[in-house]
């Protein structure tokens, strides 16, 4: 089975442009999950969906930052526009239903120049 | 709001030498208390939690409430236990989880 997917791997972009990351989930996990890791600090929780709904955004750093996953399946993450401080390498995860575990994909290392 | 910190950024250890990765929380409730693994070139992937109290691939992590501390530990490392390790901490209520800044263990032959 696949795990977590994201696409791209890795995306260069200039301040000011926009980018917009996604996300598969391990089919049929409910719960899915954006975090980022900024250069030098820790991995830090932007927002969780269950199913289409957004379940927790205390993490999204500004309005800049847009998260959405039409029909519970795959998810976007849209930067616009994209500044300096959004460097950094940003995670997707999916969980099943309470299960505690949460699946990781490989991350997507964004710089903006 | 909920804390993790890992005050060590690198250890460096000899293989077959005992290492201990040291996580400190702070939250006011009861937490579930994580530790993940990065190997290079692999995804962030879990190692173990605190509830079911096992060992794995020769790690333990004990809960220590008083201290509120969650440390790893293994006896004698082994050169692929080379790895970014991050603790994390999950809230009683919400799914999601609060990273230390992680710990990169090096161990050399």
């Known amino acids: 089975e696949a795990g977590v997917t994201q696409f791209p791997s890795h995306s260069v972009i200039e301040k000011g442009q926009t980018v917009t990351l996604r996300c598969d989930p391990i089919?049929?996990?409910?719960?899915l999950y954006w975090y980022r890791r900024v250069m030098g600090k820790e991995i830090k929780f932007l927002l969780h969906f269950v199913k289409e709904s957004k379940q927790d955004e205390s993490g999204m750093p500004n309005n800049r930052f847009l998260a959405e996953r039409t029909g519970g399946t795959y998810s976007t993450l849209k930067v616009q526009p994209a500044e300096l401080e959004d460097s950094g390498v940003y995670f997707c995860?999916?969980?099943?239903?309470?299960?505690?575990?949460?699946?990781f994909g490989p991350g997507t290392r964004l710089t903006v120049t | 709001a909920q804390r993790v910190t890992q005050p060590e950024k690198l250890l460096s250890v000899f293989k077959g030498a005992p290492v201990e990765l040291k996580c400190n929380y702070s939250?006011?409730?009861?937490?579930?208390l994580f530790w993940y693994v990065q190997y290079s070139r692999q995804r962030l992937q879990l190692l173990l939690r605190?509830?079911s109290r096992e060992s794995i691939k020769g790690f333990t992590a004990d809960l220590n409430k008083g201290e509120t501390s969650f440390h790893l530990k293994k006896p004698f490392a082994q050169e692929e236990d080379s790895a970014m390790y991050y603790c994390a901490l999950r809230r009683t209520a919400g799914n999601k989880l609060t990273f230390g800044g992680g710990t990169r263990v090096l161990v050399k032959p």
């Open positions: 939250y006011s409730g009861s937490p579930e």
């Open positions: 995860a999916s969980s099943q239903g309470d299960s505690y575990e949460q699946y």
């Open positions: 089919s049929g996990h409910d719960n």
């Open positions: 605190h509830i």
